[in-house]
Structure formats: C-alpha cells, structure tokens
C-alpha cells in the first residue's frame, strides 16, 4: 500500500513537473535537456565547429538539445548542423537528425573503434554524460557504481579530448563525491560543480564540468 501511494506520488509530481510539460511541448524526449540547457547557457559549452560526445545518450534529449543549438536553420528537424555530434548508449536510442549513434559500450574496443571512424581523425571538443548505472537502493554500492562511471567518463575524456576541450559528467553528493573532484582537478585547470534548477530539490544529483587539460599525452 505504502508503495502504491509512493508510485502515485511520484507520478502526480511528474505530471505537474513544469519541465516535464516544457519538454513535452517542444519536443524533447526527456526533462533532461533543461539541466544541460541551463549549463549551457551559463558555462557557453556548445558552439558551431564541435566535435561532441554524448555518453549514456539514451533517450537522447542531451543530444537533441546539442543538435538544435548547431542547427543551421532556426532548430528545423530537416536542416544540416554546424559540428559533429555522436552519441553512444549500451541501449538503443531512436535516430536524431544529424546525430550519429553507435550502440555499445565505450569501453569495448569495438565501440571505440566505431567512434575513432566517426571522428575521423579530429580531436573532441565536448564529452556530455548524463550516464547512470543501475542502481540496488544500497547507498554505499550506489554511490561507488555511480563513482566508477564518472571515473570512465574521465578515463575517456583524458584519451579523446582536446586541449581545451571540456567534460561534463552526472554524479551525486554522498560517498566518493570530494574525491571525484580531486581526480577532475588533477586533470583539468577549471573545475566546478553545477546544480541546474532542473535538477528535483530532493535530489543529491550534481554536474561536475571540467575544461582544459592539464596534462597531455605526447
């Protein structure tokens, strides 16, 4: 019984959600978009010429936002984009215009071998990641699942970025959080933490963003 009003709860909340009924009205497939959105327009992450990386893209709002903010013709579903954008996801995401998906985990190699192809030789200038694992319920296992994510997450920016490219990962506050930063201030010169406003009050839910590399391979 406790579960069904929980359920009801949570469903009457999304319902009324201001930025669910936004994302419904124009278009995007999840309230997502309106966190990267709000980063967005404060840290000026996304500009024409990019090379980005959406990991964990599914259902793919952070990368129908990329896509509009590149569009050529006013956000028209039908117009080219100004940069390059690819997407990845263990699990399948409906097509986007102009958005290149590979399916797979980025960890394989296969995967990475598909989007080695997909860049063509140029450097990354965004990696976006909005990924998270499946959660138990179990605050320490979750906190370290959600840990090791951010940690790939890093893993491949300090392998695909470019100099003065940037990373944005999803982490949340609680177990391993401060140490997280530590590792993003090892590696980039500029690292904050973001809360959008279209993050839920309730949740422990934080963007880490880091820009410029500071050590780079030879």
């Known amino acids: ?21 936004l994302a419904q009205h124009e278009g995007y497939r999840a309230r997502a978009a309106y966190k990267l959105k709000e980063i967005d ?31 050529l013709k006013s956000h028209r579903a039908n117009s080219g984009i100004d ?16 958005v ?3 399916q797979g985990d980025f960890r394989d190699n296969a995967v990475l071998m598909q989007l080695k192809e997909a860049v063509n030789g140029r450097a990354v200038d965004l990696i976006i ?4 694992p499946n959660l138990s319920g179990i605050s320490v296992a979750d906190a370290a699942r959600i840990t090791h994510v951010c940690d790939l997450a890093l893993e491949f920016a300090k ?14 506050h609680g177990s391993g959080y401060s140490q997280l930063v530590e590792r993003f201030k090892q590696h980039f010169k500029i ?5 959008p406003k279209a993050s839920r009050d ?16 030879a």
């Open 159 to 172: 392998n695909h970025l470019s100099p003065q490219g940037a990373l944005l990962v999803k982490c949340f």
């Open 100 to 102: 290149t998906f590979i």
């Open 202 to 217: 309730k949740s422990s839910e934080t963007f880490i963003l880091g820009r410029m590399q500071k050590h780079l391979h």
């Open 83 to 98: 940069g390059t954008i690819i997407a990845l996801d263990i699990i399948a995401m409906a097509p986007i215009a102009n």
């Open 41 to 71: 327009e404060q840290d000026k992450l996304i500009y024409p010429k990019q090379v980005i990386v959406d990991l964990g893209a599914a259902p793919g709002s952070w990368s129908q936002y990329t896509r509009n903010k590149l569009s």
């Open 191 to 195: 690292v904050g933490a973001r809360k």
């Open 1 to 21: 019984m406790a579960k069904n009003r929980f359920n009801q709860s949570w469903l009457y909340r999304h319902i009324n959600d201001p930025y669910v009924k």
């Open 129 to 132: 990641s909005d990924m998270v």
